[in-house]
């Protein structure tokens, strides 16, 4: 009868421990899968990412904005060349220069707008490169070796009673199931810098109409800047994703399982708060408002 008793004990401890490995080997899982599906959702460009909204959104931009673009270009050329003539006492003091200079600027003005598209892209091919090469030296170390740290933690679970493993196996159930909820909360982070960056680029013309004039070119370099910080925001997702990296293999499961699995999940939010952080943190950086 004691036999009996303990076989039923030893398949109950084996039945929670096997729980408790299958809840961790899924949360380790995830965190590996969700570090490279961020390393490769940050290393696109907008026409990587989403070719068919790349070339609905240029369309509209070249369809739509352009127009408004040109009427602003006229409106800063016109007050440009009023200005020019006004500030040279109605051309008594004026030369041929001046001129020159203005025919240049109405050239320079009509190119960027008619090339918005392209000078934009190019800003986000820089800071793309940026980030592909932080995501190559990232990811390779990144990797968490499941068996490894699932060996090293079953040993800690043997000596522990039927109550104390039934108690962790919902522990690790309730933190895998939060970590899938935190990681639709990092993929609806990185889409929706994606689809920032889609608004930002749809109205391009208009901000480029401004950057010839003096006075109104504040607003252009502001939208350039604005892009600058878009892009560059990629590079600091990679290095957050990095330290948390860091942190969650810095834990060590074998002397402590439950301090080490709410640790992994208050990493995890970590990771949230930080990758909706690095949208301000790359404005500032770059002084767009």
């Given at each position: ?102 025919f240049i600027k109405m050239w320079v003005a009509v190119f960027l707008v008619s090339h918005t598209f392209d000078i934009t892209m190019a800003i986000f091919d820089v800071a793309q490169h ?27 679970l043997q000596n522990k009673g039927i109550p104390e493993l039934a108690g962790i196996a919902m522990e690790t159930l309730l933190v895998g199931n939060a970590m899938k909820l935190l990681s ?84 995890t939010v970590l990771l949230c708060f930080s990758l909706f952080k690095t949208g301000s943190l790359s404005k500032s950086i770059f002084n767009a408002h």
């Amino acid at each position: 009868m004691l036999g009996l008793l303990d076989k039923i004990e030893e398949a109950i401890r084996n039945f929670f421990i096997g729980l408790i490995e299958s809840n961790l080997s899924t949360m380790f899982a995830d965190v590996n899968e969700k570090t490279s599906t961020i390393a490769e959702q940050i290393g696109q460009t907008p026409q990587g990412w989403n070719g068919n909204i790349f070339s609905m959104i240029r369309s509209l931009s070249e369809t739509v904005i352009i127009p408004i673009a040109g009427m602003i270009i006229t409106f800063v050329l016109c007050y440009e060349l009023i200005t020019m003539i006004t500030e040279k006492n109605n051309l008594h003091e004026g030369d041929t220069f001046s001129f020159f200079k203005y025919f240049i600027k109405m050239w320079v003005a009509v190119f960027l707008v008619s090339h918005t598209f392209d000078i934009t892209m190019a800003i986000f091919d820089v800071a793309q490169h940026v980030v592909s090469a932080a995501s190559d030296l990232i990811t390779g170390s990144a990797y968490i070796d499941i068996q490894e740290v699932l060996a090293a933690m079953l040993a800690g679970l043997q000596n522990k009673g039927i109550p104390e493993l039934a108690g962790i196996a919902m522990e690790t159930l309730l933190v895998g199931n939060a970590m899938k909820l935190l990681s639709v909360v990092i993929t609806v982070i990185l889409y929706g810098r994606m689809i920032e960056i889609f608004l930002t680029c749809s109205v391009a013309p208009i901000p480029f109409a401004t950057l010839t004039n003096r006075e109104w070119g504040q607003t252009g370099n502001n939208y350039i800047r604005n892009l600058v910080a878009l892009g560059f925001q990629g590079f600091f997702m990679m290095v957050c994703v990095a330290i948390y990296t860091v942190l969650v293999q810095s834990i060590v499961l074998s002397e402590n399982i439950h301090a080490s699995i709410f640790q992994i999940a208050a990493y995890t939010v970590l990771l949230c708060f930080s990758l909706f952080k690095t949208g301000s943190l790359s404005k500032s950086i770059f002084n767009a408002h």
